[in-house]
């Protein structure tokens, strides 16, 4: 069974700053894909950014990017200059073809002024 | 139009109520799917309507109760609630239940208590 395991369950970051939000899964599966969404107070759960497992280049968008180590099945997102709009729950996912959304326990991320 | 609209966004209700919550999307999504959330907790699967017919019940009690009058509409009635079904919950739409690419689009949830 797919298991996917975000061993922090709290970050904080000051605004302007990098923060890396660490996840690991684990898979006997090699087509695959990965999603970070973020669910800020507000509640909806939003798809930040997604990788393919078959793709070698980290996806990126804007100001958030992963860093995605197939061998080491490690996906973290790294958030730059983060704003105060940021601060939320992050929650790692997985997916294979066939197979439902798996997710992490979340992290919850704080942005301090 | 890329939203999953659900309603009501709140609902209280007793127990011995019955309500309905509603999700609705216009994406062309194959696949359809409700979710419980508690404070600071995944989302745990409820359901899964694969081309307007139940493919997975996540072994929910009856007093949950789905339905899918059409590929763009997504009910969830409930009936004779308790306290710990007190819940966020999300509906989400994929394009289908095999394709992964895209992951799955949630709307807001409805924020659900019992009393």
């Known amino acids: 069974a797919q298991t996917v395991t975000q061993s922090q369950p709290e970050m904080s970051v000051q605004e302007a700053e990098t923060v890396t939000l660490s996840c690991t899964y684990d898979?006997?599966?090699?087509?695959?894909?990965l999603f970070w969404y973020k669910q800020p107070p507000s509640r909806q759960m939003i798809l930040v950014i997604r990788?393919?497992?078959?793709?070698?280049q980290n996806a990126t968008e804007n100001r958030f990017s992963v860093n995605f180590q197939k061998a080491a099945k490690s996906f973290s997102l790294k958030i730059s200059d983060s704003q105060l709009g940021d601060a939320a729950m992050y929650f790692c996912?997985?997916?294979?073809?066939?197979?439902?959304?798996?997710f992490g326990e979340g992290t919850q991320l704080t942005v301090n002024p | 139009d890329t939203e999953v609209t659900q309603t009501p966004k709140h609902l209280v209700m007793g127990m011995t109520n019955k309500k309905s919550l509603k999700c609705e999307q216009h994406m062309g999504h194959r696949a359809m799917y409700w979710y419980k959330q508690k404070a600071k907790k995944p989302p745990e699967l409820m359901f899964v309507y694969s081309y307007e017919k139940l493919s997975i019940n996540e072994s929910v009690p009856s007093r949950f109760s789905p339905e899918c009058p059409n590929s763009s509409l997504l009910n969830l009635h409930l009936h004779a609630l308790q306290p710990e079904d007190s819940a966020l919950y999300l509906c989400?739409?994929?394009?289908?239940?095999?394709?992964?690419?895209?992951?799955?689009?949630f709307g807001s949830g409805t924020r659900l208590t019992v009393v």
């Open positions: 989400a739409s994929s394009q289908d239940v095999r394709g992964q690419n895209y992951g799955y689009t």
């Open positions: 990788q393919e497992a078959y793709k070698q």
């Open positions: 996912a997985y997916r294979a073809s066939g197979s439902r959304l798996t």
């Open positions: 898979t006997s599966e090699s087509d695959y894909y």
